[in-house]
């Protein structure tokens, strides 16, 4: 059991989602966790779910929420989150990099042609670059102390089709920066890794299984699953090693000895996924 008693981690886009489920278990394992995300409690979305509720569930877990409403295209509010961080315990261990825009459009099986242009700035300004963002933020603050994870939320998409030009595009960006960054940090002592989850059972996904045909759900992942990836990377001494590389969670299950919240290991990375040719 992996203690990160003492260890400040934030979660970005932590309301729902792989964000929440990541938020969950670094608190099952003692973190204090930072809930970042745009849904205040009481607000009016068509899905469940705040950044209060998420850190109400991270104290109830063991560890120590606290939400943090931010826009992550806001770029001094951003800062402010990690100003804040810095004021309040002087470190920070570990960035989760999984605020995500998800257009409408994003299983439609339309071509990227027939799609409002403003797909791709969702996606890459609230994904991409917004993991960017947050990363030279919390490096300052890594740097300072010689340590820290970095874990960029990705896809095997970024390796193959997956649902839309634009998501493919902002995911293989994402790895890319994950890469290179791990190289500029990996003197400091920081790990940067992209976490490949598989066909998770969001919030969005449990409402909308009729509504994607062509995905088998029998062998899809909780929202918790990958957050123990994160956990495990997380209490990894040797993690550095793993720097820069794109890993599978469910691989890292095999490796590192955890299962799904049921005990169950799920099928992983999706491979094939509808698109506009099926």
């Not at 886009?13 to 964000?19: A, D």
């Not at 877990?61 to 509010?77: S, W």
């Not at 996606?123 to 919390?138: H, K």
Request: proline residues 4%; hydrophobic residues 40%.
């Amino acid at each position: 059991m992996v203690d990160l008693h003492g260890r400040v981690a934030v979660v970005t886009g932590g309301s729902r989602g792989i964000g929440r489920g990541c938020a969950l278990e670094l608190g099952a394992a003692g973190a204090t966790v930072y809930v970042t995300g745009r849904s205040k409690e009481g607000g009016r979305g068509r899905l469940p779910g705040s950044v209060e509720a998420t850190a109400r569930e991270v104290t109830e877990a063991g560890g120590t929420g606290v939400p943090a409403l931010c826009d992550h295209r806001d770029d001094g509010a951003v800062e402010a989150l990690f100003d804040r961080v810095r004021a309040e315990h002087g470190r920070l261990d570990v960035l989760v990099n999984n605020a995500f825009l998800i257009p409408a459009e994003l299983t439609s099986g339309k071509n990227f042609w027939q799609l409002p242009i403003s797909n791709w700035d969702d996606m890459i300004d609230v994904g991409t670059r917004s993991a960017y963002v947050a990363s030279r933020f919390a490096a300052l603050l890594m740097v300072d102390q010689g340590s820290g994870l970095i874990a960029n939320i990705s896809s095997s998409g970024a390796s193959e089709y997956a649902w839309h030009v634009a998501y493919g595009v902002g995911k293989a960006a994402l790895d890319r920066f994950t890469r290179d960054s791990a190289r500029e940090l990996r003197p400091h002592g920081v790990a940067v890794v992209s976490l490949w989850p598989g066909l998770v059972l969001t919030e969005r996904n449990q409402g909308a299984q009729e509504a994607i045909p062509g995905l088998d759900f029998t062998g899809a992942e909780s929202l918790r699953f990958t957050g123990r990836a994160v956990v495990a990377l997380a209490g990894d001494e040797r993690v550095l090693d793993r720097s820069g590389d794109a890993l599978a969670s469910r691989d890292l299950a095999d490796e590192y000895g955890f299962t799904d919240i049921d005990g169950r290991l799920p099928q992983g990375p999706l491979h094939r996924r509808p698109g506009p040719t099926d």
